[in-house]
């Protein structure tokens, strides 16, 4: 199974909107913040001992994700000032690495002596990214300065981690440089980088050297508790954690490996039937930012990073290349309309790295020792932080979102996911036509599939479907919907998006006797600057009876529904009566909440029948 990549498709629409915020807003502000907090200046290696902006450990990282977003950036829109800006950081790269062709800023101008010797310090986290930059930009420029500065430090890592073994590790504490070295080689074709992510996968969990080396929390919270193939569940910090899981899939695919595949789909399972937020966020705890227990979502204090949904939704995109059942892909939408989206504010300039599902600003103003943890106010955007991670994950993210449509093989072409599009690759050619996701409508036309078959997913909250006007009565297989398209046919599919109910598993505490109000794949919530109470006095109706209303800063349909107003009462205590009054209930999309200043704001919201 091959993917569709990004620069073979042509967006229009909802995401055409959000590429160009994206290009014009996000990118700019992103360099500007990052310039401004010394960032950029860093990789100068000027600094000395008490001057200010002493670099950072991840501050590579940081940078290398912006060049990233960058790169997917001017695939697709040209711009001669930020290549110009990316070629003058690869310079610096160039004049300030090691001659052994290391390059970390941190350990060259703070800690020289200290390299390589502590685990938990990012370094091959930061490698990693910069080795997914250099791919991105020579994919982009042709330029492969980048790329070959990145291959002289893969072979010293190589020499250091496995030739000599003279690391005082043997595995990252923060995983990612076992899923860029898959991607450098796919770039070069050269084996050995392949086998590199193959050995730093399978030696975590069964190194002594990692054993001993220190550790925040357990062992688990690295994912170093066990071999790769024996974990059954998600655990740990929820970034690492997906991170991992996309080197293993990564692998899965390319080595045929069905032990790292079937490891792969416990642990998909593992997140998607017992740790995720209905808006797709994970990792529900401040403290290590992590998965906890099974069914423990707590709304307030959800952590539910933006960095851990987007590495979710890139995990499902992988296993969806390993067995096209539409369950990955399913997942991979609800992150991306809802906690992925909800990390940057509707005019791309500021953003989120926790995600909650419920503010009580009269709660969080007294309690901000409980509520306010690192860089986050919680109830607003900012425009960066001193770990600024999501930002320009965020903005590579929406830049290469193309990359999740199709999938093929010699006799299908998987659709799975809808936007308003045009792809070609390998003499195919798809048009999509819709206003996904704020209709269940697509006008999908194909030419050039020769004997494939279109195999289209039915959206998991989808009820019924039909096509050109019929209810589809053919073959399907694991969600998706077999087509014969003639060459150039138009085939409309109508999938039903009506407003719905959710209602989480019992063992879910915080969400009993509550709902969520969905439509389509976006999830919404209540704010209290649209309904002017405290939004637990309130109750949606079970039967709804909702109105649409188009909102163009969002491009998406906020809804009111009926509902109800509990009365209010002075007493601490007294005997129940019923006491309320209906009403009208307004929501929005969660991807859009706090965008009109502080206010309180609520997913679950109770019911009344």
Known sequence: MK??????????????????INKNATIPTVYDRFSETGRFDAFKFDWKEGQPKQPHIFWDSDIAKWIEAVAYAITKCPDGRLEEIVDGVVDLIEKNRDESGYFNIYFTVCEPENRFTNRMAHELYCAGHLIEAAVAYKNATGKDKFLRLMCDYADYIEKVFFDEDSAKFSTPGHEEIELALVKLYEATGEKRYLEMSRRFVDKRGTSKKDEDSPFYISHAYDQSHKPVREMENATGHSVRAVYLYCAMADLALRLGDKSLLDACKRLFKSIAEKQMYITGGIGSTAYGERFTEDYDLPNDVAY????????????ARRMSLLD?????????????????????????????????LEI??????????????????????????????????????????????????????????????????????????????????????????????????????????????????????????????????????????????????????????????????????????????????????????????????????????????????????????????????????????????????????????
């Open 360 to 609: 009580n600003l009269e709660r969080y103003r007294k309690n901000k020792e409980y509520y306010q943890r690192k860089d986050n106010l919680l109830t607003q955007r900012v425009e960066v932080f001193d770990c600024s991670c999501c930002p320009p994950n965020i903005a590579r993210f929406v830049a290469s979102i193309g990359d999740f449509l199709y999938t093929y093989d010699e006799n299908t072409v998987f659709v799975h996911h809808y936007f308003e599009s045009e792809a070609e690759f390998e003499g195919i050619k798809i048009t999509q036509k819709t206003d996904y996701p704020n209709s269940g409508r697509v006008i999908i036309s194909a030419c050039g599939l020769g004997c494939r078959r279109l195999a289209v997913r039915v959206p998991g909250w989808c009820e019924s479907f039909s096509v050109n006007g019929k209810p589809f009565e053919g073959e399907t297989v694991k969600g998706y919907a077999f087509l014969t398209a003639q060459n150039g046919e138009s085939i409309t599919l109508d999938f039903a998006m009506e407003c719905r109910l959710a209602a989480a598993n019992p063992a879910v505490e915080a969400d009993i006797g509550r709902v969520a109000l969905c439509r389509g794949p976006i999830v919404y919530c209540a704010e209290r600057v649209d309904n002017g109470v405290p939004l637990n006095n309130l109750s949606v109706s079970a039967r709804l009876n909702p109105s649409l209303e188009f909102d163009e800063k969002m491009q998406a349909y906020k809804i009111e529904a009926d509902g109800f107003e509990d009365g209010s009462f002075g007493e601490l205590y007294r005997t129940y009566r019923p006491d309320f009054k209906p009403r009208r209930i307004k929501f929005i999309p969660y991807f859009a909440f706090a965008n009109r200043g502080e206010s309180d704001m609520l997913v679950w919201i109770r019911i009344r029948e």
């Open 324 to 356: 096209p059942d539409s369950v990955y892909a399913d997942i991979a939408e609800i992150a991306i309309y809802n906690c992925a989206l909800a990390g940057v504010s509707l005019d791309g300039k500021s953003f989120f790295y926790v995600n909650p």
């Open 304 to 315: 539910s990073e933006t960095c851990a949904s987007i590495g979710l939704a890139l995990f």
């Open 3 to 20: 993917t569709v990549t990004f620069d073979k498709v042509t967006l229009g629409g909802f995401w055409k909107n959000r590429f160009d």
